[in-house]
């Protein structure tokens, strides 16, 4: 995917995500990895006014290497994922109710279902709480998030990382879902985890059985 289509891609899955309530107002921001770095949402523009020509372009060490508008606040921990996760192509930061209401308890989230266990591989950790925009935070979400697609924002809210803007964008919405789910079983006393075997076992059972690989 050239540049432009990346860019139009950003902005088109921002849109759906902002009618979808995963992002509020110009809340959240969006990025994928291209051959100069990364494209990356401006800071506090309107989702549905952006076009092509707003989204700056980043070198992975910050520098601005093309466009006029001020980069997010948040592209250092865009710009520290990328440089540790040679897999991952894009990075989706939202504030959606449930998954940064699941934050603010500053602990992992755990895996009370199957879906949650095959889509994120177990409980989806938390990074230790860090000012926004800061390379601290940066630094702590990229530590928390390892390997895994999915991470907490301790009291800020969610972060997915995934091989394509798409799959990013479905691991937010999934991971509101679970975070739903989470606090509806916390009314009735709180849901029973899978344990470390039941989630081996559902991951590597789905990864045989489903889609049309």
Do not use: W
Request: glycine share 8%; charged share 20%; proline share 5%.
């Amino acid at each position: 995917m050239n540049e432009n289509a990346a860019k139009r891609e950003i902005i088109e899955t921002a849109r759906a995500m902002l009618a979808k309530g995963l992002v509020q107002g110009t809340g959240g921001n969006f990025s994928v990895r291209c051959a100069r770095g990364m494209i990356i949402t401006p800071s506090g523009m309107d989702y549905n006014a952006l076009t092509p020509d707003d989204l700056p372009v980043l070198s992975l060490d910050g520098e601005m290497v093309e466009g006029f508008r001020k980069p997010s606040v948040e592209r250092e921990l865009h710009a520290e994922i990328y440089r540790r996760r040679p897999d991952v192509n894009a990075v989706i930061h939202t504030h959606s109710v449930y998954a940064t209401a699941a934050a603010a308890l500053r602990a992992p989230m755990p895996a009370l279902t199957d879906n949650q266990a095959v889509l994120f591989g177990g409980p989806v950790p938390c990074a230790e709480y860090a000012p926004i925009g800061t390379e601290k935070l940066a630094r702590s979400a990229a530590q928390a998030l390892g390997c895994g697609c999915g991470v907490l924002l301790a009291n800020h809210g969610a972060l997915c990382a995934c091989a394509s803007l798409a799959e990013a964008a479905l691991k937010c919405e999934m991971l509101e879902i679970f975070a739903k789910i989470y606090f509806l079983t916390a009314l009735r006393g709180g849901g029973v985890p899978l344990t470390a075997e039941e989630i081996k076992n559902e991951s590597e059972d789905m990864s045989r059985r489903y889609g049309q690989r």
